[in-house]
């Protein structure tokens, strides 16, 4: 995709300047006051349309295609973004179709309404990871035990792999 981008003078190359590289910005991460972050992906002009309306700067924002004003755009979204909490943003983009979210860490996204409700996480053996994708609606996945401490299963795989030599070793066992 990129090369043919390229090949028709949608892409610059150098890093920085194209959509899906840092240049663009309504493409990217924004620091929010506490320090939180939101992700913005409004790409297609509907969604740039509200999420500029929504971040309350539609009356000054460039137009989305005017990539020597992208430097002044990505300025502004910065500027608002710091006027409140990840929280409150997520509030603002909550229902809309403007393209923003939290950046949530590893130990939140198992808690956020959106992952809960598809069921992207699940606990096993005291331990919340990952449900086993992908997921199929006739022979569904599931955790059956948990994780392997290091070094255990080691004889077992070694045997597998016909390396005996290693299977036989005690420094390799549980």
Not at 78 to 97: I, Q
Request: glycine share 10%.
């Amino acid at each position: 995709m990129i090369h043919g981008m390229l090949a028709a003078g949608a892409w610059q190359d150098r890093r920085g300047a194209n959509l899906l590289d840092g240049g663009c910005p309504f493409y990217g991460v924004y620091e929010t006051a506490d320090g939180g972050h939101m992700a913005v992906g409004a790409l297609e002009p509907r969604f740039y349309a509200e999420f500029v309306t929504l971040l309350g700067i539609a009356d000054q924002a460039p137009e989305q295609g005017d990539t020597a004003r992208w430097g002044e755009l990505r300025e502004q979204v910065a500027a608002r973004f710091k006027t409140r909490t990840r929280e409150e943003w997520t509030e603002v983009f909550a229902v809309s179709d403007a393209c923003a979210a939290p950046v949530l860490s590893l130990r939140e996204a198992p808690a956020h309404p959106h992952l809960a409700a598809r069921g992207t996480f699940t606990e096993h053996a005291g331990i919340v990871q990952p449900a086993p994708a992908p997921r199929f609606s006739a022979t569904p996945g599931s955790v059956r035990r948990p994780p392997a401490l290091p070094g255990a299963h080691t004889a077992e795989v070694a045997h597998d792999w016909g390396l005996p030599h290693l299977a036989d070793s005690p420094a390799t066992g549980p």
